[in-house]
Each structure stands twice: as C-alpha cells, then as structure tokens.
C-alpha cells in the first residue's frame, strides 16, 4: 500500500454525440495539469475522464445517422479516447458508462437511494431539453419569436408526459444550503457558488429520475420498462471508477470522496444540487470541490458552433501550433473559471512571447554560454552576493504559490507566477551581463551563469504539469536526472551539481510565424 496521500480527481465525461470539440480538450487539458501537478508533488493520484453514453440525446442522434445507439457510442468514444492520447492526458482510467461496472454501480447507488426512502413513482409532465439532458420548470423557459421553446441555456425544450420514478430532491434544500454554508470551498468559482444558493433558496422540486420513453439507458433495479434518467447514471460514473459500491475493500475504494469534480459552467447544477443529494441519500461521502471552468470561445466571443464554421478543431490546432503550445496557451491565457477566446493569432502571440522569447531564450542563451565558456559543464558558482541570493530566493518561492494556486484551480496564476520568475531572470541576466564578465571577472560569470542555470531548472520542473513533453527537453538540457524532476528536487534539495556535463542546447520552443496567408 501506497503511504502517499490519495488525490482523486475528475473531468465530466463528455457525450459521444459528436466529435470531441476545443471545449473538451479545454477540461481534459486543464485537469491533466492538476492530476500531474499533484503527483509530481507526492500524492497518489487517480485521474478519470471517459464518455456518458445513455440517454435520449444519444438515441436521438443515432437514429438521425441511421445507426445504433452502441454503434454511435462506440464510434466517438474511441475518438475521445483518440483525443486524450494526443493531448498526453494522464488519466489512469477512461470510463464508459456502458460498461458492466458502470450499469452495476448505477444500480446499487439506485438501490440505497430507494433503501433510504427518497424514490416513488408516479408521473412527470413538464418540459425536457434534449441537448441539455434536463427538465425545466416552466417560468425557466421562454417562447421565442421564432414559436419554439427554450431552456436556460438556450436549448430548445419539448414537452414530456410519462410515468417516471421521483427522487426526493424538495426534502435536501435544507441539507444542500447547510453544506454550502458549512463548506465555503464545496462550489468553485464564487459566482457559481451564489447562482447554486440562490437556484437552491428559490425551492427544489422532487426529480424525475427514470425515463419510459425510450430504452436507452441502465434499467432501473426491479421494473425494467424504466430506464434511469442519464445524470442519475451519468454522475454515477464518478463513484463507479473507484470500485466502492461493487469492492469495497478493492485497490481504488480508498479514493472516494473526490478531491475535485472539474467541470463546465453549464452542469453545474447536476453536480453541486443534484449529486450530493443523490450522495447523502445514498449515504455516500460528499465531493470535496466542484469547480466550474467557462467556455472557450471563438474569436469575436461567439460560441462555438458548426453552422456558424468557427469551431476550433483540437486536433487540427496540435497540428498546427504542436500540442505544447495549445496546452500552454489555454492554460495561460484563459483566466481558470472564466470564459476565454481562442484564436490563431492570440495563440502566436502568447507563446512567442512566453516559451520562444521568453523560457526557451533564455535556456538557450544561458546553456550555450555555459557549453561554450565553462568547459561544457556546469560551473562552480563563487559566493552568491545579495542580487543572485534574491534571484535563487524567487525561484524558491515557487513551490509554494503554485502548490496554492494549483489548489484553488487558479491554473493561470500558478503559471503567470512562473513565467514573472522567467522575467525576472531575464533582467538578472541583463543586468549582470555575463558575456562581458568573460574577459573582466570568469569567476563572476561562471556564478552567474550558475544561478541562471539553477532557475532554468525550477522553471522546467514546475512547467512539466502544463507542457510535459517540452519541460522534459528543457530538463535534459540541464542534464536532470529522472530522479530529480518532481517537485522534492526544487530548491535546495536539487541544485545544479557543478561539474556535470551539458549538452549545447537544442531549441526546445520554436519561435511561430504565421503561414503566409494565401489571397
Ligand atoms: O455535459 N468550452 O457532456 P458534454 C469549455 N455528459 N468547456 C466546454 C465547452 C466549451 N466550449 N463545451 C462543453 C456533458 N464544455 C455531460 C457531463 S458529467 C457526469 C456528464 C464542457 O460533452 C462541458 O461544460 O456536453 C462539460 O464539462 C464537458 O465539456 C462535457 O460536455
């Protein structure tokens, strides 16, 4: 058994309605940073993501292409699966809510709930979005000019009448409203931690929970004309990885309750009013953090869409940019919790500035001195005066803010943090002006080139949870043993042994020039 603290951490799982879109690869890039964030800092980290494949938006879609609802899942599952291989995510499952566990999961967390007294039957009419998988109560929906009905989120909503089984939710007002108040950090961001008080203030009515309708679904325990309504079984999901309602003494029961559920502003309500009810009925350990990240936008802030022909194509953005760079970018540019744009010429812009400019020239510079001027190995630093112990200092402190900030889903303050020590150390640098040190004071430029060095190092290790595959480079180039690149190697700990040998540097981040734009 593992001694190191568990961390568990979650993306929602996506529909595999479609093709995975810039949004998805958004969350999964997102929450790949924190899952290797935390085990580069010492946790015993469990990371999931995967796909919700029940429900009528499913079948619907399906039965538009003319094909099964397995046969659809089945088919854009694996592109998800695709994706998050070409995003180097590091999750360590991918769960389908097909699967057998998931079906079993489904329906032992149906059973408590029903054990517990919060589910009966009787009929539901009201109004149902299809493409938000949600009922709505009917002053949250408009008619709009154009004659049709739509939800909250702009979806349309078409009207439904069916037997259904309820969940109690009307009798958790008082319990949800007790754990917002009693756990200020259970909703992320703030606003959406009002919107949910408020949502919740404002009165909950029971939820309808089962479907009749259609078939596309986890059969509801003893009454198999019912299928669950999706969020029962999606949410579910969640619980179903870590194996503790089918093995409660197996390998990844111990994770439950997650440390963070990282997830869209649009479900946030399914997952901060719904599930900890559906938890607290079951008898289940609440989540400790939901956060809800913003939507990333198209140029011109439109939302994304396929009639509109702005949709960012992840897969056609990595070709383009590399995959480093897209993950770099969204990371820093888009405020965590925020939503954010992302266009081809803001992504030029920001990663010449920060990687080739700004990290990338300044190893380059700083190594290829040392190769040239130091007989290829880091130097032995003299005595460090007041301005290269306050570079050091800076470096130092890193940890600590982004083991902060990182815990707060602050993802872009994490980085920000970084890249000001990258131009602090540009001005240190400059200031010292090594080169001219070469012939005046050798000593002074081999110390000098030294804490340079030693930065780049602390740098590359507290990049490799953002840009894994080019902090990696950068960590060869300083000649990082495998040993001593996660984060018990900053500071002190790790400091650059004088002596050891350095290759010249090879690019790590290559500067971006726009293609010629053809007339
Ligand atoms: O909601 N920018 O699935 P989904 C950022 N199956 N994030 C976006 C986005 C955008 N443009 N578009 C979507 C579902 N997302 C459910 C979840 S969890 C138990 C079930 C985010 O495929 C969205 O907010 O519609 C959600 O977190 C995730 O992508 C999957 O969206």
Same mark, same amino acid.
């Given at each position: ?16 309605? =479609? ?106 009419? =009201? ?6 998988? &949600? ?81 596309? =679904? ?174 050091? &200092? ?21 980085? &920000? ?71 018990? &190697? ?30």
């Amino acid at each position: 058994m593992s001694d190191k603290t568990p961390f568990y951490i979650t993306t929602a799982i996506s529909y595999p309605n =479609g093709k995975p879109h810039i949004g998805h690869a958004y969350e999964l890039i997102a929450t790949d940073a924190m899952a290797r964030f935390q085990r580069l800092d010492g946790k015993d980290v469990f990371f999931l993501t995967g796909t919700d494949e029940h429900g009528q938006k499913m079948q619907q879609t399906a039965r538009k292409e003319g094909i099964s609802p397995e046969e659809l899942a089945e088919r854009n599952s694996s592109e998800f699966r695709q994706m998050g291989k070409l995003l180097n995510a590091s999750n360590d499952d991918f769960i389908r809510t097909t699967e057998p566990r998931h079906h079993e999961a489904s329906r032992a967390i149906w059973t408590r709930m029903a054990d517990n007294g919060d589910i009966y039957k009787d009929s539901y009419a =009201g109004w149902y979005s299809v493409r938000d998988e &949600a009922y709505y109560a009917e002053d949250e929906t408009e008619v709009r000019p154009d004659g049709v009905r739509y939800g909250p989120q702009g979806t349309p909503v078409e009207w439904v009448e069916e037997s259904s089984y309820f969940f109690k939710l009307s009798a958790y007002q008082d319990r949800l409203l007790k754990l917002y108040e009693e756990n200020p950090d259970f909703i992320g961001p703030a606003e959406r931690r009002n919107e949910i008080i408020s949502f919740v203030k404002s009165g909950l009515r029971d939820l309808s929970i089962s479907r009749t309708t259609f078939d596309w =679904g986890v059969k509801v325990p003893n009454d198999p004309a019912h299928v669950m309504y999706v969020w029962v079984d999606a949410l579910t999901n969640y619980v179903t990885a870590t194996g503790l309602l089918t093995d409660e003494n197996g390998p990844r029961a111990k994770f439950w309750p997650a440390d963070a559920h990282i997830i869209g502003k649009d479900i946030i309500r399914f997952h901060t009013v719904y599930w900890p009810a559906f938890l607290m009925s079951a008898k289940l350990p609440l989540p400790k953090r939901v956060y809800a990240h913003g939507f990333v936008l198209a140029k011109g802030g439109e939302k994304m869409s396929k009639s509109l022909g702005n949709v960012l194509d992840p897969f056609e953005l990595i070709e383009h940019f590399g995959l480093d760079a897209i993950r770099y970018y969204l990371m820093r540019e888009i405020s965590f919790g925020q939503d954010g744009f992302c266009s081809e010429e803001a992504i030029g812009i920001r990663i010449n500035a920060d990687l080739a400019n700004g990290i990338g020239n300044l190893a380059s510079r700083s190594l290829s001195m040392i190769v040239k001027n130091c007989d290829g190995q880091i130097p032995t630093p003299g005595e460090f005066n007041e301005v290269d112990r306050e570079m050091l &200092a800076s470096a130092d402190a890193l940890i600590a803010i982004c083991r902060d900030e990182m815990g707060k889903q602050m993802i872009h303050k994490a980085l &920000a943090a970084i890249i000001a020590v990258v131009s602090e150390t540009d001005r240190y640098f400059a200031g010292q002006e090594p080169w001219a040190l070469k012939k005046t004071d050798p000593e002074r430029m081999g110390t000098v080139l030294y804490v340079t060095a030693e930065v780049v190092r602390q740098i590359a290790i507290l990049l490799q949870p953002f840009v894994p595959q080019s902090s990696g480079k950068l960590l060869d180039l300083v000649a990082a043993s495998a040993d001593a690149r996660d984060f018990s &190697a900053l500071g002190e700990a790790g400091r650059l042994k004088p002596g050891t040998p350095l290759e010249a540097p090879k690019p790590v981040f290559p500067r971006y020039v726009a293609p010629e734009t053809t007339a």
